[in-house]
């Protein structure tokens, strides 16, 4: 049972929040970043299902490391539209491409449709393909708010 003190500690009024609100320019503050986790997992899901249709339909794997690598820079732009930072947009890319790709690729393995060296090989190009577009996005952004 809770204490009478614990029952009345002040908590901040919700006013608090609203010293600076954002404009249409402004920059969301580093907050856990909801349309990063988004990014992530839709990246995971169209990964995962990529390679599901492929080990279906064998000859649409030739188009793994196209789509996959596409798949990972749409992600990486979308979690750089959302940070403050440019090394948010580092990191929010890299994983918003790399996380997808690294599970679709290890799923493709215990398929046994690739080889091993491509776990390595696809996730390294799949993360510079989210951090490219991560880090492209959010400095177009940047720049377009200052203008």
């Not at 390679?51 to 749409?74: C, D, Q, Y």
Request: aromatic share 4%.
């Amino acid at each position: 049972m809770a204490s009478k003190t614990q029952d009345h500690i002040a908590r901040p009024s919700p006013s608090h929040h609203l010293r600076h609100p954002m404009t249409v320019n402004s920059f969301p503050v580093e907050t856990p970043n909801r349309a990063g986790t988004q990014a992530v997992v839709v990246g995971v899901i169209l990964q995962i299902a990529m390679v599901g249709i492929g080990h279906a339909v064998p000859s649409l794997r030739e188009m793994w490391g196209p789509v996959g690598t596409l798949i990972s820079l749409v992600v990486g732009v979308w979690a750089g539209w959302h940070v403050a930072t440019s090394g948010s947009a580092v990191i929010w890319g890299a994983v918003a491409g790399g996380l997808g790709a690294f599970l679709g690729i290890a799923l493709a393995l215990i398929l046994g449709d690739v080889t091993p060296s491509l776990l390595l090989l696809g996730t390294a190009s799949s993360v510079v393909a989210g951090v490219a577009g991560g880090v492209v996005t959010h400095l177009l952004r940047r720049r377009s708010a200052a203008r």
